[in-house]
């Protein structure tokens, strides 16, 4: 069955330090999500893309966050200036316009620990 | 705004018998999805079963099944002779519409007894 794939999957950087996560969707799917959890909340919308471009995004998303998708099949999240209160799990997702299926497919996630 | 609330933090259930879940939204909007997702130890999200909100039928898929109460704005979740995998945390979702983003509650943690 196809997945989502998120690399990597546990990452470690200094406050302040950028960082990208990496996304790999399924290949014929249109619409992509970040969500992030952090430890023992629940999840939380960051942003969708679709068609090359943000579709939606949530307050958390600020300037210090970005996606691209710069090659035509990885979905990238990068946060600029990394703070403590990024630590979390952050989701990647992605859909294909089925109709009435609607239906989402998850990566693993990446855990994003700050320090 | 749309809510999602889970008022169970914590659940359990014998192996083999039968739990369910209480979830409850609130919505203005008539065209909507609603999901539950496992997330195991592992914490990758898992979708167990979809409801579309103009369906009267409630959804079924397997040993899990839901109860949607759409004027009482209710989705529980039913899982049926229990197994020791079903052991995770059982978020509730909503989503408006074809585009939305999806909108979790809190989550509710289910303990399988053996």
């Known amino acids: 069955e196809p997945e989502v794939t998120q690399t990597p999957s546990h990452q470690v950087t200094q406050m302040g330090q950028e960082v990208i996560l990496r996304c790999v969707p399924i290949s014929n799917h249109l619409y992509f999500y970040w969500y992030r959890q952090i430890l023992g909340q629940k999840v939380e919308f960051l942003v969708s893309f679709y068609n090359n471009e943000i579709s939606e995004k949530s307050e958390i998303f600020d300037d210090q966050f970005s996606v691209e998708r710069p090659d035509g099949s990885n979905f990238t999240l990068k946060i600029r200036s990394t703070k403590l209160e990024d630590s979390a799990m952050y989701f990647c997702a992605s859909r294909f316009f089925q109709g009435v299926s609607y239906g989402y497919t998850f990566g693993s996630g990446t855990r994003l620990t700050v320090v | 705004a749309q809510t999602v609330t889970q008022s169970q933090p914590e659940m359990s259930v014998q192996e083999a018998e039968t739990v369910t879940l209480s979830c409850t939204y609130d919505?203005?909007?008539?065209?909507?999805?609603l999901f539950w997702y496992k997330q195991p130890p592992s914490r990758q999200m898992i979708l167990v079963i979809r409801?579309?909100?103009?369906?009267?039928q409630n959804a079924t898929e397997n040993r899990f099944s839901v109860n949607f109460q759409k004027a009482a704005k209710s989705f529980s979740l039913k899982i049926s002779d229990s197994q020791l995998g079903d052991a995770a945390m059982y978020f509730c979702?909503?989503?408006?519409?074809?585009?939305?983003?999806?909108?979790f509650g809190k989550g509710t943690k289910l303990s399988v007894k053996p």
């Open positions: 409801q579309e909100a103009y369906k009267q």
């Open positions: 979702a909503y989503r408006r519409g074809s585009q939305g983003n999806l909108i």
């Open positions: 919505t203005s909007e008539s065209d909507y999805y």
